[in-house]
């Protein structure tokens, strides 16, 4: 039973053309994260919500926005994404805050600019 | 800040053997340690995790840690390694100094051949 569901899974854009990657969660969880990871390394923390309080990493670009409109779904928002930008996007769920909370991963967006 | 470093960036392994996945790290406070695996163009799948207790921890797949205080370690492990156990693994620990968000070492890429 998927918990965390991206979609789509793979997602091509032109350069400079504003795109929508989307999650969305069963478990009722009340924290979502957006990551960022290229190439097999590390996953880099975009933001993340605890519930509607939207929390932003210092060094991500303003070129990435997110949007929470229920605690079901969550929006990664790229404005005008740039070459550098192509990598798999993952989004992650937790019970609670971050700490001791396990975090489950969806199955990621791969983003492709053109 | 907090650390974890995973110092080899592949480990081979004959199916059937023990496989070791190394992870050391750096905290000030309590650690709280995961485990994560990643499988070709797919999410992170969440093996295992140390809060307190016990130092050998059981995850999933038949995987297990042991946490060791001394040595900074919270080693990955499986007795017998499978074919289908090869995938990219990851160890995180929480980052009490920055919001609790997760801090993932660099990856170990793991093959088991038959």
């Known amino acids: 039973d998927a918990m965390v569901i991206q979609n789509p899974r793979y997602q091509v854009t032109q350069f400079g053309k504003p795109v929508t990657l989307s999650c969305s969660q069963t478990?009722?969880?009340?924290?979502m994260y957006w990551y960022q990871q290229k190439s097999s390394q590390a996953p880099k923390l975009l933001f993340h919500?605890?519930?509607?309080?939207?929390?932003n990493e210092a060094d991500t670009p303003d070129n990435f926005q997110s949007r929470r409109p229920n605690t079901s779904f969550c929006f990664l928002d790229i404005r005008s994404p740039g070459l550098g930008d192509a990598a798999m996007y993952l989004c992650?769920?937790?019970?609670?805050?971050?700490?001791?909370?396990?975090?489950?991963f969806g199955p990621g967006t791969r983003l492709l600019v053109l | 800040a907090q650390s974890v470093a995973q110092p080899e960036d592949q480990v081979n392994v004959a199916e059937g053997n023990p496989l070791t996945v190394k992870c050391t790290y750096s905290?000030?406070?309590?650690?709280?340690l995961f485990w994560y695996v990643q499988y070709p163009n797919r999410g992170l799948q969440f093996l295992l995790k140390?809060?307190?207790?016990?130092?050998l921890v059981k995850g999933s797949y038949g995987f297990e840690a042991e946490f060791n205080k001394s040595q900074t370690s919270f080693h990955l492990k499986k007795p017998s390694a499978l074919v289908s156990d090869s995938a990219l693994y990851f160890c995180?620990?929480?980052?009490?100094?920055?919001?609790?968000?997760?801090?993932f070492g660099g990856g170990t890429r793991v093959l088991v051949k038959p």
């Open positions: 992650a769920t937790s019970r609670d805050k971050p700490g001791r909370e396990t975090q489950y």
């Open positions: 478990l009722n969880h009340n924290v």
């Open positions: 919500y605890y519930d509607k309080d939207f929390n």
């Open positions: 905290v000030s406070g309590n650690p709280y």
């Open positions: 140390y809060i307190t207790g016990d130092n």
């Open positions: 995180a620990v929480r980052d009490g100094t920055a919001g609790n968000k997760l801090t």
